[in-house]
Every structure is written in structure tokens, then in C-alpha cells.
């Protein structure tokens, strides 16, 4: 070598990088999509592969016309795509999704900044959007292993399920939502690797079981049913939009089981998981402010600091 | 809670190979500050003959310690030298004779008390050999009547990848060791000694629990393997259990912190009274094709060893004084070694060059969960880009100690260790 390098410490880095910390997520997406296929048949993967697809182009497509470097490498649009495909009826028309999506990659993701400016989660953003303005669409499922389209209440309506249809997810719902174990295994892959920690997951999954048993609901139907595992797996889970800290993550998750709880019991939806993890993501910095960590034997600020500042 | 850290690679490749002297160089430039403090006045002139172990260097302030010739031989020339602090010192280069004459002054030193004790270890050179170099004469300069010391630290923990010396000091000198532990045990009126080894040396472990059998008053404490187990307030919490405040020396606690090389020189300098002269390196990294552990006289130039350890110059893309995590990179192969040099680490351009880009923080909170002291690399981050100095005195900024930890495991690659040591600057 002519010259040598110098830079400053540490001159070695861990091989960890957001793209296959987003790869990792897609993997421990797979067993839901998988039993999605199953449950709902090609309709619902295609579904899937169009969010997917679309989520990319649109992260691309802002990125030229904002002039950013090209991020669709860090795998974030296609995370975002799957989750919210996962989210959405096994019916529901393309274009009412690429609405979906286009709220969510265009305005709340890249009008923010991008990947980590965003304020709120873009995939419950656009879900919440086509939910308001298609409530139709949006409330149109499917029985499963049959194409029938029926007006018939998901289990989280009706309260009637079998609990064991529901584990499995053989009942209607979203896309991704029905099938727990699936999402289950998800959930320990992304454990395991150490991709998240376990704690919003279990604050929000137990303060709902918590809630539900004080308000004389049954808290294991409540935990299977609806969206609450997908929502406290994947979407309380992302990085961007939620605490820091351990302490602060704990809080966020019981504060999204409160929400979802109030809105499942009292509001007029019958889900309330992605509006619980909306009005949580808006609070998320104050939590983060709320709880920084204290660092190892420091001194609290005596007063002349105090005074001479 | 216990110390948790981060996983590093290893890569102990020279855990069992055995130091070895390297051939006395024709010439070694002695620089005239090594390590903080004050610099030292030079005690020679162009053209004088100096022996082995003669001091040529030394100071008045308290926070410094005597320099000594490493070799035999004549004064070439006086320089100055440009020091990585920006700083320039002197720097004596000296000819070889050859002979390795030993100088009559040196006499093993008549300790005892403390203050003697003190005085010698001032005497010998000594300088914390962990490589931050604290004058050790400063640390055991404690009033244990008014702050009596109850245990002594003694750290072996060498959580750097790569390096292996303090490994081979206990493995090639551990009576050596646990004589200078029961030294400063005794001059201080110490109680207990922890000898604190990472589990990843279990050959060390194993001699060091044999050779300390029959002392009740040593312990040998096995530590997780994972980094940064080896800073100073670290290895004191996992020995003793102790949090070393902010601002607070280890004294205050009733700890000494000692580095098991220190120990072992301090054995040695008062049975022979032959100053700090000398310094045992780890050379390693894929550019050396013959990594091992080398004895060097302070003052050799770094080029003698990359031809030792079969390197090429022409194939060296980072040269680094120190391990991965915390070493300086060198910028000329004819710097000297100092004493507080523990490793020389040569890598190719596969492996010096980061080839990840640097993308948006996302907020995954892996720095501050890597943190050894729970501070907020990124919250720190956004406050220096705000340069709001407030909010970095708030975030402690003063208690980083700049173990690279939040940089290593940062999935972003955002260089939060060096935004940290600049913001030091705006808190000054």
C-alpha cells in the first residue's frame, strides 16, 4: 500500500446491517404467509406479492423524484408491503390496496424522511386509511379453504369460534392474522436471532389477556382472535416507531393492550389493535424521553451546575 | 446486575506462543513522553554513551515517570517527534553497541514502607501496561489510613481481540505475578487480591488457580468472555461488586486496579531494580504471516517487526498500535514502541476496509443495549449534531470511555464511538 488507512477506533464492526436485519424479519414472516396460501388460497398470496412488489416501486419511485440515494436494498418497503398485506381481507381489490400502500410508503414513510423519520408505523397508517374510507371492502372476508365471500363476523365479532380453528387459524379474518402458531413460530425465530426482544410483544399480549379477565371476556379468545398477535409480533415490534429502552418498550406495550382492550370493548370497532399501535407510536418519543437510561454511578447535577447554567 | 457486553471474535491465534526476544535493533528512539502526564527533560546530550536501564529522561511533576535507555550504546541525535495527540515531544535516538552493558544504577531498590514502595515504582518507570498508560505510582499513592484499600484488582482480563500478552505473562511469569500482588498487598495493607482472567484463556486460569492454591487471600476469578471486561471500572465491578462512581478513582471505593503485566514488572524491578525498559507484544493480524509474542526494547521501530513477524510493508493497509476495539492506528512504520504498547496488529486491505455504507439510524436501540456504562450513543449522537451541550453534559457523556461497543454493533454503521470523543470537545 502507497498509504495506509487511519480511522479512528473501533476498526472492526459487527456484520449486523439493517438489510438482514430485515431480511430476518421476511423469514420470520414466511410461516405466516405460507399458511395464509393455505388457509385463503393463491388469491391472498398474490395479494401479498402485488403489496409487496408495489411497496418497493413506490420507495423507488419517491427516492428518484426526491433525489435519495436508492434504500429499497435495506429491505424496509418490503417488509412494509408484506406486513400490510397481511393486514388486509383475502379479497380485497389491488387498487384499494395500492391506496393502502401508497399512504403508506409515500406520506407517512418517505414525506417524513424515510426509514427512520417516520413517526408512525406506514403499514397501520395505510391500513387505518383504507379501513375508514373502505369499510366495505375492508370488512369482506372469506371462509376459509373455500372461495365463498361471506358478510359473516370474524371470530373477534361473533365470539363464537372454536379455540383450536383459531390456533390454527382455519376461521376468517386478514390475511396473516388467522393462523397464531404460525405467527408464534415468527415470533421465537425473531427472538432467537435477536432480532427483538420479547418485551413489547408480552406487555401488549398479556395486558390484553389481563384487561379481558378483569372485563369478564375470556382472555385466551381475545388473544387469539383479531389481529393482536400479528399487530404485537411485527408491527409494536418495528424499530423505528417504538422505544428504545427496555422500560420504555415495556410501557409501550401495555399501553397498546389498554387501547386495544377499550376500543374491543366499549368503541364502536370490533378491532383495535392498529389504532392502539397508531396513538402509541405518537407517544413514543415521550416515552423515550421518559426513559433514558440511568448511566453507570453518575452523579446527579449538583446545584452550582445547576446554577451556573 | 452483571456486566452483560458484546460478543467479539476472539482470534487468541498467539495464546500459545511462547515471547520471544527479537534481535537487538542497530538503533531505537526513545520518546520522551509515553503515556499522560508531564514529558520528560532530557538527562543526555548528542554523542554521550548510555547502558542499559540508565535514566535518560525525567521530571519533576508528580504525574510522570522516568525515562530509561533500553539498550547500550551512543546518543545519534535529538529529535522531535509528532505524538497521535497532535502534541510533539522529544525523542532520543540511540546506536547500539551490541553489548547490552547494564548500567551500575541499577540495584534492586531498599523498600520498607509505603512511601519507599511508592518512591521505587516511580523509580522503575512503571506505567500501566493495560495501554492507558496511568503512572502506577499515582495509583498506589493512596493515604490508607484515611481511605483504607481492601482489595486489590488485578486485571487479566484482555477483552481486545487479537492480543494475547498479559495471557503470556501469566503463563510464562505467574510466580512472577502473584509476587508482585503480594507486594502491593502488603505495602498497602491490602486484604484480598482478585486475579480476574476471561474464560477464554483456560490454560492461564488453570496455572494461576494451582500457583495460588495454598493463598487464601488471592482469588482467581474466571470472567465472562465478552467486551469491554476489561475496563478499568468493568473488571472492578465484576470482581468486586463495586460501581466506580463518575468522577471517582477506584481508591474511593477501596479498590486498586493493577494490570497483571504491572504486577509481574513490579516483582521483578524490586528483586533486580532493572527499570521498565522493555515491553512483550502481540504481533498478529493477516498481514503478518508468522503472528506471535515478541520481547522488544522500548524505542524499537515498528518496521523491525513487521519484518520479524514476515510481514511486507507493501502489503500492509492498517497498522495498528493496541487491539481492534481501542488500538490507534500508526501512519509510518518508523514509530517507535512505548511502554505502554501491547500489541502491534497489521491488517490487508480485506479486512481495514469498512465496506458497509452508513445508512439512516433506525432507532433498534442495539447501542444502547451494547453500552457498558447504559449511556445513549444515539441520543448522543443527535444532541452532538444539534452540538447542544447541555444535553451531552445530561447524557453523561463524560463517562464514555470510548470502548467502540456502540460503533461495532451499530447495524447502520454510524461511527458513534468517534462522534462521542468529538463531542467530548464541545462539553469542555
Not at chain 2, 453534559?393 to 468517534?418: D, F, I, Q, W
Request: net charge positive; with cysteine.
Amino acid at each position: 500500500m502507497d498509504k495506509m488507512i487511519v480511522s479512528p477506533s473501533p476498526h472492526v464492526r459487527s456484520g449486523t446491517t439493517t438489510a438482514k436485519l430485515m431480511g430476518h424479519v421476511l423469514l420470520a414472516l414466511f410461516p405466516a404467509i405460507v399458511a395464509a396460501t393455505i388457509i385463503f388460497g393463491g388469491r391472498a398470496l398474490m395479494l401479498v406479492g402485488f403489496c409487496t412488489a408495489i411497496a418497493v416501486v413506490l420507495e423507488r419511485i419517491c427516492g428518484i423524484i426526491m433525489k435519495r440515494p436508492d434504500t429499497t436494498g435495506d429491505l424496509s418497503a418490503a417488509v412494509t408491503g408484506v406486513i400490510f398485506a397481511l393486514n388486509l381481507p383475502p379479497t380485497l381489490p389491488f387498487w384499494v390496496a395500492f391506496i393502502g400502500l401508497f399512504f403508506a410508503i409515500v406520506v407517512t414513510k418517505q414525506l417524513f424522511g424515510g426509514l427512520g423519520h417516520n413517526f408512525a408505523n406506514p403499514a397501520i397508517v395505510g391500513r387505518i386509511v383504507i379501513t375508514l374510507s373502505f369499510p366495505a371492502a375492508m370488512t369482506t372476508w372469506t371462509e376459509p379453504f373455500t372461495a365463498d365471500v361471506t358478510t359473516l363476523a370474524t371470530p373477534l365479532a361473533s365470539k363464537s369460534a372454536n379455540m383450536l380453528d383459531m390456533f390454527l387459524g382455519m376461521t376468517s379474518g386478514c390475511i396473516g392474522e388467522t393462523c397464531s402458531v404460525a405467527l408464534i413460530f415468527g415470533f421465537v425465530y425473531l427472538c432467537v436471532m435477536k432480532i427483538i426482544t420479547p418485551t413489547t410483544p408480552i406487555a401488549f399480549v398479556g395486558t390484553v389477556a389481563l384487561f379481558s379477565f378483569i372485563a369478564g371476556e375470556d382472555p385466551l379468545y381475545q388473544v387469539l382472535s383479531g389481529g393482536l398477535l400479528l399487530g404485537a409480533i411485527f408491527m409494536a415490534t418495528d424499530y423505528v416507531t417504538t422505544p428504545v429502552t427496555q422500560l420504555g418498550k415495556f410501557i409501550f406495550g401495555i399501553g397498546c393492550g389498554i387501547i386495544t382492550c377499550v376500543i374491543r370493548f366499549y368503541g364502536s370497532y370490533p378491532e383495535g389493535v392498529s389504532f392502539s399501535i397508531l396513538l402509541m407510536n405518537i407517544v413514543s418519543p415521550y416515552i423515550d424521553m421518559l426513559c433514558k437510561t440511568r448511566p453507570v454511578g453518575a452523579k446527579k447535577p449538583s446545584k452550582k451546575v445547576k446554577e451556573a447554567n | 446486575m452483571p456486566f452483560w457486553g458484546i460478543k467479539l471474535d476472539h482470534h487468541k491465534t498467539t495464546a500459545d506462543s511462547q515471547t520471544v526476544p527479537i534481535p537487538l535493533p542497530k538503533t531505537v528512539k526513545i520518546l520522551m513522553s509515553q503515556h499522560m502526564g508531564a514529558p520528560c527533560d532530557l538527562l543526555v546530550n548528542v554523542g554521550d554513551e548510555v547502558k542499559v536501564g540508565q535514566k535518560i529522561g525525567d521530571s519533576a511533576a508528580f504525574m510522570s515517570t522516568p525515562i530509561h535507555s533500553s539498550v547500550s550504546g551512543t546518543v545519534k541525535t535529538v529529535e522531535d517527534y509528532l505524538l497521535a495527540s497532535g502534541k510533539v515531544c522529544k525523542a532520543v535516538v540511540i546506536e547500539t553497541d551490541g553489548n547490552q552493558t547494564v548500567c551500575e544504577t541499577v540495584q534492586p531498590p531498599q523498600v520498607s514502607d509505603l512511601a519507599s514502595f511508592v518512591k521505587a515504582v516511580k523509580e522503575s518507570g512503571c506505567c500501566g501496561l493495560g495501554g492507558a498508560g496511568f503512572p502506577t505510582h499515582i495509583k498506589l499513592n493512596v493515604d490508607i489510613k484515611d481511605k483504607p484499600i481492601d482489595s486489590l484488582v488485578i486485571n487479566a482480563a484482555e477483552c481486545e481481540p487479537y492480543i494475547t500478552s498479559d495471557c503470556r505473562e501469566l503463563i510464562e511469569r505467574p510466580d512472577d505475578v502473584i509476587d508482585g500482588v503480594e507486594k502491593v498487598m502488603k505495602y498497602l495493607e491490602i486484604e484480598n487480591a482478585y486475579i480476574c482472567i476471561e474464560k477464554n484463556k483456560p490454560q492461564a486460569i488453570k496455572i494461576m488457580k494451582q500457583k495460588t492454591a495454598d493463598k487464601k487471600n488471592i482469588t482467581v476469578v474466571s470472567l465472562r468472555s465478552s467486551y469491554p471486561q476489561g475496563a478499568e471500572k468493568v473488571v472492578a465491578y465484576s470482581a468486586t461488586g463495586r460501581i466506580i462512581g463518575e468522577g471517582e478513582l477506584p481508591s474511593a471505593k477501596g479498590i486498586i486496579v493493577l494490570n497483571v503485566s504491572t504486577a509481574g514488572f513490579i516483582s521483578r524491578y524490586l528483586k533486580t531494580g532493572m527499570p521498565l525498559v522493555e515491553k512483550r507484544l502481540t504481533l498478529d493480524g493477516d498481514a503478518f504471516r508468522t503472528p506471535c509474542n515478541v520481547m522488544v526494547p522500548v524505542g524499537t521501530a515498528v518496521s523491525e517487526l513487521v519484518t520479524f513477524a514476515d510481514g511486507a510493508q507493501s502489503g500492509i493497509a492498517k497498522l495498528l498500535a493496541g487491539g481492534p476495539m481501542m488500538g490507534m492506528c500508526l501512519y509510518d512504520f518508523s514509530a517507535p514502541i512505548t511502554k505502554t504498547n501491547n500489541a502491534i496488529l497489521a491488517f490487508t486491505e480485506k479486512l481495514a476496509k469498512n465496506k458497509e455504507p452508513k445508512t439512516a439510524c433506525i432507532h433498534c436501540g442495539r447501542c444502547v443495549a451494547a453500552c457498558p456504562m447504559k449511556l445513549m450513543p444515539t441520543e448522543l449522537e443527535k444532541a452532538y449534531e444539534a452540538k447542544d451541550a447541555d444535553m451531552l453534559r445530561k447524557l453523561k457523556l463524560n463517562l464514555c470511555m470510548n470502548c467502540g461497543s456502540c460503533t461495532y454493533v451499530c447495524p447502520a454503521k454510524h461511527n458513534l464511538a468517534e462522534v462521542n470523543q468529538l463531542a467530548k470537545a464541545l462539553i469542555r
